[in-house]
């Protein structure tokens, strides 16, 4: 067992991330962060108990500089909304009694640094809606000052030299804003011991499942239906991911299912309200979790005083598939992620920006435009940009760009009635707020989205236009096949009866 981080290789110039937003196998998996403590902590401190809650915490959750000053995220995208990075991982605390990991049944392993779960809880400037935007363990992405690596390896870079728990927060936090475009404003980290100790206080949650589970490595034995899960069977349940379709991906799911229904408890009427729960919650949070310097738990429970459990939404960044590479020679099994679809999946996340709301759609004449080929299809952004030509565009030299699954229109600030222009002409195109284009760009992805050709005279209009197969555009031929996109649909999970697979 070696807490080593994950291999990488050097970043090759050519390939910069836009800036926008295998490891060896161990018998025991890693726990999420819990965010039932997160918003315990918010319940508490909005409720009767606050200033006891906040004193008895206050005194007792570990701090470290994860913050600091570090720069914010070029495209922040999402203003005032609040973005807590959530950090599950299976290091043991120092006050871990041997007595507590033999009812974890953890004693022959060691734990670990690398943070196997990843997690933004991205709250809504009103504190009314909340989504959970979970990052895969896997993700082969830029690790700053590194390289490319795993995500789970970037706090065990930030560890070495000294750097500790504060240099492991910080890289970490640096590597998800460079990947999402989201400025991370806190930062929340909870271990193996703490989630168990935290959903044990909390008390037995209900689960729902489409299909019998079993699995060996994880301990999970549930049959199809709904199941009461006590807080060793809570901790089986989020570990596993043998026996799921998608492994680790599916993971995630049986996550962010069991923290919205964890939440839906903790907002429900009652569940607070006795004294000595109360105060076992505050200490089981206390003695697990570590937090920013900066993260003030009153102001975090002002904010989130309105949110309901129906507001509580999961999502997964986008990726573009799980293959197998060869970095140094060696096999390496990753999560491909849509780096250039990541813009769009953020903003659909976070809503227009007011300004392009707002804008009048410019004239066609007026507007230039640049097509750039993300779609795996020869010949698509030649195709197009004759397309937009024939509705009046100033179209230059088509380019291409990393493969997406997304078809988007970037623009930066001050562009928003010219990006409604091309918006308008390509159905389904998100729009999407960038400083990486200097103008408007038509980035096609594996959509299959693509500009609609003017409707000619006497033609009728009322269905769909097709796309252009206009004699004189060039016409495309299919590439290789891309891996499936997977899907980054936002799910609610924490509605009652919602059952899983």
Known sequence: MTNAPEETRPRRADRAVPPRHGRRKRHWGVVFPALAGVLTMAVLLSGGYAAYAYNRLASSVTKVDAIGSAPPAKDDVDGRAMNILLVGDDHRPDNATPEQMAELNTQSDGGATNTDTMIVL???????????????????????????????????????????????????????????????????????????EIVKQLGPVNVC?????????????????????????????????????????DR?????????????????????????????????????????????????????????????KSATIPILGTPTIYPNGS?????????????????????????????????????????????????????????????????GAPGSSDTTATTMVQYPVGMEAQAKALVAVVPGAVPVQSTAVQGVTLVLGTDGKTPQAAAQP?????????????????K????????????????????EGVCIN
Do not use: C
């Open 331 to 395: 096999a390496l099994s990753i999560v491909e992620v849509d780096t250039a679809g990541m813009p769009a999946f953020v903003q659909s996340l976070v809503g227009e920006p007011p300004a392009y709301t707002k804008a009048t759609a410019a004239a066609a004449g007026s507007v230039s435009v640049t097509v750039s080929n993300g779609s795996g299809v020869t010949g698509a952004a030649a195709a197009a940009s004759a397309v937009l030509a024939g509705r009046g565009f100033q179209v």
């Open 122 to 196: 991205h709250i809504a400037a009103d504190g009314r809606s909340a989504t959970m935007i979970s990052f895969p363990r896997d993700s082969y992405v830029d690790i700053p000052g590194v390289g490319k690596g795993k995500l789970n390896s970037a706090f065990s870079y930030g560890t070495m030299n000294g750097g500790g728990d504060t240099g492991g927060a910080k890289k970490l936090i640096a590597t998800i804003q460079g990947l999402s475009g989201l400025t991370i404003d806190h930062y929340v980290r909870v271990s193996l011991l703490g989630f168990y």
């Open 252 to 312: 995630q799911v049986r996550q962010q299912y069991f923290l919205s229904q964890e939440a839906r408890k903790i907002l429900s009427a009652g569940t607070l309200l006795n004294p000595v729960k109360t105060t076992n919650i505050i200490d089981a949070i206390g003695s697990s979790v570590e937090t920013d310097q900066g993260l003030d738990m009153l102001t975090l429970a002002r904010q989130m005083s309105n949110l309901r459990p129906s507001n509580i």
């Open 458 to 474: 006497g033609t009728s209009t009322s269905a769909p236009a097709e796309p252009s197969k206009e004699a004189a555009a060039p």
């Open 209 to 249: 499942l489409n299909q019998a589970a079993q699995d060996d490595f994880s301990g999970v034995d549930l049959p199809a239906g709904v199941s009461e899960l006590n807080a060793a069977q809570a901790l089986s349940f989020v570990r596993q991911r043998h026996g799921l379709p998608n492994g680790d991906l």
């Open 476 to 495: 495309p031929t299919t590439a290789p096949a891309e891996p499936s996109p997977s899907s980054t649909a936002v799910h609610e999970y924490g509605q």
